[in-house]
């Protein structure tokens, strides 16, 4: 089994920032890809942001120029800085990570942006 902890959300006004944390143990041998997803209340989980082990980073169009992923390979640890929110970027996010072929999910933390 993995485990995902994740830090960092809350309530920000527009224009705010958050940094989320997530850290990851278990059974890990190599995380291939560590990322963060979104969900909005009567909506699909979305990808907002991945970092593979190798650095390559994948953004959501939404979230380019405002959003930074970083990783911490040593500590299985991944960060997501988000600058310039929007409140439609409120919602649930979610920590994935892709290890030995299959993805696991955290329990979310919420992120809502006031208007």
């Known amino acids: 089994q993995v485990q995902l902890v994740e830090s960092g959300g809350g309530l920000v006004q527009a224009g705010g920032s958050l940094r989320l944390s997530c850290a990851a143990s278990?059974?890990?041998?190599?995380?291939?890809?560590m990322g963060w997803f979104r969900q909005a209340p009567g909506m699909q989980r979305d990808l907002v942001a991945s970092?593979?082990?190798?650095?390559?980073?994948n953004y959501a169009d939404s979230v380019k120029g405002r959003f930074t992923i970083s990783r911490d390979n040593a500590q299985n640890t991944v960060y997501l800085q988000m600058n310039s929110l929007k409140p439609e970027d409120t919602g649930v996010y979610y920590c994935n990570v892709v290890t030995r072929g299959r993805s696991y999910y955290g329990q979310g933390t919420q992120v809502t942006v006031s208007s």
């Open positions: 970092m593979t082990t190798g650095g390559s980073t």
């Open positions: 278990g059974n890990i041998f190599i995380i291939n890809v």
